[in-house]
């Protein structure tokens, strides 16, 4: 079983940028799709994006494509959500997720990490 651990939120000014990571130890990282959610306080837990277990494809939410770009690396076992034009109404607790290649269900969920974006 993969175990995920994220990290880089914090606190910044609406136009800004944050980079967060999430690192996963435990199994074959690279046979793992991973995926990037976000819930805010009062709201439904939202997707933002994910990336293919090769690196190759990602895919976003409409809420934020144009603005965040996730990637990975395969040999440090880590994934990453690189957040640009920062908006208040960003600010959520980041997860990350995996799901292995072929299931259905989630493997793994991280602790979460706090973002929050001050207009």
């Known amino acids: 079983q993969v175990q995920l651990v994220e990290s880089g939120g914090g606190l910044v000014q609406a136009g800004g940028s944050l980079r967060l990571s999430c690192a996963a130890s435990?199994?074959?990282?690279?046979?793992?799709?991973m995926y990037w959610f976000r819930q805010a306080p009062g709201k439904e837990r939202e997707q933002v994006g994910g990336?293919?277990?090769?690196?190759?494809?990602?895919f976003y939410g409409d809420s934020v494509k144009g603005r965040f770009t996730i990637s990975r690396d395969n040999a440090k076992n880590t994934v990453y959500l690189q957040m640009n034009s920062l908006k208040p109404e960003d600010t959520a607790v980041y997860y990350c997720a995996a799901r292995r290649v072929g299931k259905n269900e989630y493997d793994a969920w991280g602790q979460g990490t706090q973002v929050t974006v001050s207009s």
């Open positions: 990336i293919s277990s090769g690196g190759s494809s990602t």
């Open positions: 435990g199994r074959t990282f690279s046979g793992y799709i």
